[in-house]
């Protein structure tokens, strides 16, 4: 196991009826920015109580982050933020809405200079942030516990991530019935980010790390048994509450600790979002395998354990082929030509941005521009 130093500062408040909570947990002399996506909050009664919460309290209001939230509208929240001297932010939706609002807090606070600094240097120049905190409404990223985030931007075609310590939300309510309202895709969607954010940490060269190991194949379990009822039975409240904690325990930075971790598959994923603009876990389905037969010897021995323990098969290759059933019977395919997509053009314009920014991935490092061509070339 390799050496660690964990802390997560992020509050979870889980379960029914817990928006109300938000009352407790907001200083009460706060100027608050409640920030939200194209209005799925208006429809399933989000947005009523947590407005029921805030009774009384200095709220203002900044709608319209979208999916891939961007550069461009988050400059916007965040100009508002300077302007009316907003001093706590609160982000109810999905991943976009929490990873927008991440960059609103950090951009608020941002001095001189070009503000998309905090995207290129990966966080590294963030000198403060507001402070956030979140309503889930999608269990998929975990960026309702982690101090990540994912922004694009329109201009330029890119999607690019930042992580800085100020990112941690104070608190992440998680009610699972605010997710009944949710579209299948949605949940596929959400079903198959969380596995892959574990498969990230798990499926890597095996450095021991038993606990951790057996931490991620619970998770795995977790979401083949679950993710399938969520989809059959929208409003099984017992299972949108084991996919939804699954979802946050998938990327709060506990499997991630004293492993290796690859990643591989989430950076090349951006790409096919930012060039084509397929939601961020049907790039990762269609990548995976091609990642996981390009690093094969490397993975052996955990794809072994994985297809044994939570798909009950025997070797690599039938554990990869098992994971790609489990997506398949999610209704989420896993080849670009599902999606439209040309698999030898995308892998050009990979290769071309990997090469001109240096880009090297996989645990090993060893995945070269090159290579990573060759793996979208085969999920043609
Ligand atoms: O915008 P609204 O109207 O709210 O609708 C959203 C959106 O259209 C809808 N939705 C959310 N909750 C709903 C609902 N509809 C009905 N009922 C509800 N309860 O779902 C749509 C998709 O929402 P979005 O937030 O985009 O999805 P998700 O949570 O999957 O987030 C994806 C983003 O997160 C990034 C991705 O790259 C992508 O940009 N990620 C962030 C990570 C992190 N911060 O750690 C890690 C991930 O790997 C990922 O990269
Ligand atoms: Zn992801």
Same mark, same amino acid.
């Given at each position: 196991?390799?050496?660690?130093?964990?802390?997560?500062?992020?509050?979870?408040?889980?379960?029914?009826?817990?928006?109300?909570?938000?009352?407790?947990?907001?200083?009460?002399?706060?100027?608050?920015?409640?920030?939200?996506?194209?209005?799925?909050?208006?429809?399933? /009664?989000?947005?009523? *109580?947590? !407005?029921?919460? #805030?009774?009384?309290?200095?709220? &203002?209001?900044?709608? @319209?982050? +979208?999916? %891939?939230?961007?550069?461009?509208?988050?400059?916007?929240?965040?100009?508002?933020?300077?302007?009316?001297?907003?001093?706590?932010?609160?982000?109810v939706g999905g991943g976009s809405v929490i990873d927008g609002t991440k960059?609103?807090?950090?951009?608020?606070?941002?001095?001189?200079?070009?503000?998309?600094?905090?995207?290129?240097?990966? /966080?590294?120049?963030? *000198?403060? !942030?507001?402070? #956030?905190?979140?309503?889930?409404? &999608?269990?998929?990223? @975990?960026? +309702?516990? %982690?101090?990540?985030?994912?922004?694009?931007?329109?201009?330029?075609?890119?999607?690019?991530?930042?992580?800085?310590?100020?990112?941690?939300?104070?608190?992440?309510?998680?009610?699972?019935?605010?997710?009944?309202?949710?579209?299948?895709?949605?949940?596929?969607?959400?079903?198959?980010?969380?596995?892959?954010?574990?498969?990230?940490?798990?499926?890597?060269?095996?450095?021991?790390?038993?606990?951790?190991?057996?931490?991620?194949?619970?998770?795995?379990?977790?979401?083949?048994?679950?993710?399938?009822?969520?989809?059959?039975?929208?409003?099984?409240?017992?299972?949108?509450?084991?996919?939804?904690?699954?979802?946050?325990?998938?990327?709060?930075?506990l499997l991630g600790q004293g492993v290796v971790s690859d990643w591989a598959?989430?950076?090349?994923?951006?790409?096919?979002?930012?060039?084509?603009?397929?939601?961020?876990?049907?790039?990762?389905?269609?990548?995976?395998?091609?990642?996981?037969?390009?690093?094969?010897?490397?993975?052996?021995?955990?794809?072994?354990?994985?297809?044994?323990?939570?798909?009950?098969?025997?070797?690599?290759?039938?554990?990869?082929?098992?994971?790609?059933?489990?997506?398949?019977?999610?209704?989420?395919?896993?080849?670009?030509?599902?999606?439209?997509?040309?698999?030898?053009?995308?892998?050009?314009?990979?290769?071309?941005?990997?090469?001109?920014?240096?880009?090297?991935?996989?645990?090993?490092?060893?995945?070269?521009?090159?290579?990573?061509?060759?793996?979208?070339?085969?999920?043609?």
């Amino acid at each position: 196991m390799r050496n660690f130093n964990y802390q997560n500062p992020t509050r979870i408040v889980f379960g029914r009826g817990t928006i109300a909570k938000i009352t407790d947990l907001v200083p009460a002399d706060a100027r608050i920015l409640i920030t939200y996506g194209g209005g799925s909050i208006m429809q399933n /009664g989000v947005h009523d *109580q947590v !407005m029921e919460a #805030l009774k009384g309290r200095d709220v &203002l209001e900044f709608g @319209g982050i +979208e999916p %891939n939230p961007t550069f461009e509208t988050c400059m916007g929240a965040a100009n508002l933020c300077r302007r009316e001297k907003v001093d706590y932010l609160l982000a109810v939706g999905g991943g976009s809405v929490i990873d927008g609002t991440k960059f609103i807090a950090a951009a608020a606070k941002h001095e001189g200079g070009d503000p998309w600094e905090i995207m290129s240097t990966g /966080g590294a120049c963030i *000198q403060s !942030m507001l402070p #956030l905190a979140t309503v889930l409404t &999608l269990p998929a990223t @975990g960026s +309702e516990a %982690n101090s990540g985030a994912v922004i694009s931007r329109k201009s330029t075609e890119e999607k690019c991530v930042f992580g800085s310590p100020g990112a941690y939300p104070r608190f992440s309510i998680l009610d699972p019935t605010t997710t009944f309202s949710l579209p299948t895709n949605q949940v596929r969607n959400g079903v198959v980010d969380a596995f892959v954010h574990v498969v990230e940490q798990y499926a890597t060269s095996d450095n021991g790390a038993m606990l951790q190991g057996r931490l991620a194949e619970g998770v795995l379990q977790t979401l083949v048994e679950c993710g399938p009822t969520t989809l059959a039975e929208p409003e099984n409240y017992d299972a949108r509450a084991e996919f939804m904690w699954s979802a946050t325990m998938a990327l709060n930075g506990l499997l991630g600790q004293g492993v290796v971790s690859d990643w591989a598959t989430h950076m090349i994923g951006h790409e096919l979002t930012a060039f084509y603009g397929l939601a961020h876990a049907e790039t990762l389905a269609v990548i995976l395998p091609g990642v996981w037969r390009a690093n094969l010897e490397a993975k052996r021995t955990k794809l072994e354990q994985m297809g044994s323990r939570v798909f009950g098969v025997q070797g690599a290759e039938a554990a990869i082929e098992a994971t790609e059933s489990f997506f398949h019977g999610l209704g989420m395919p896993t080849r670009l030509s599902d999606h439209g997509v040309d698999a030898g053009e995308a892998a050009a314009r990979i290769v071309e941005r990997f090469e001109a920014r240096g880009t090297v991935l996989g645990e090993g490092k060893d995945l070269t521009p090159e290579r990573v061509g060759e793996v979208v070339k085969s999920r043609a």
